[in-house]
């Protein structure tokens, strides 16, 4: 079970059209769970992680309707260390982003903004 210390979350933007954290593990697993609104039906995506052999990082992206858009994986001591593209095409409207650690030591961040 994580403990708060394990997976502490930092800046976050705001909910409108865009949304980004920074993030530091400490060797915990952990799940949170953003809400933002996307007046679009894809969203532009960067994660990047510094992190030691063990641990990865995931990220979900669900569109309005629940639908998996993007789910994605990092895993820490390998490259790439960082992933960016489009999600799939989905439904316009509050789409939520899950990011899960596992046995996660290290930082890194993620950002979501409206895509075309």
Do not use: C, H
């Not at 994605?72 to 899950?98: C, H, L, M, N």
């Amino acid at each position: 079970m994580a403990t708060p210390s394990d997976f502490v979350v930092g800046d976050r933007s705001d909910f409108n059209g865009d949304v980004d954290a920074s993030f530091k593990g400490n060797g915990g697993s952990a799940v949170r769970v953003f809400s933002w609104n996307n007046n679009l039906t894809t969203a532009d995506y960067n994660a990047d992680i510094t992190a030691t052999s063990e641990g990865s990082f995931q990220i979900i992206v669900r569109d309005a309707d629940a639908t998996v858009v993007l789910d994605r994986t990092i895993q820490g001591g390998t490259e790439p260390d960082s992933i960016d593209g489009v999600t799939s095409a989905g439904v316009s409207g509050i789409w939520t982003v899950t990011i899960e650690v596992n046995n996660f030591n290290g930082d890194g961040s993620f950002s979501l903004s409206e895509g075309n």
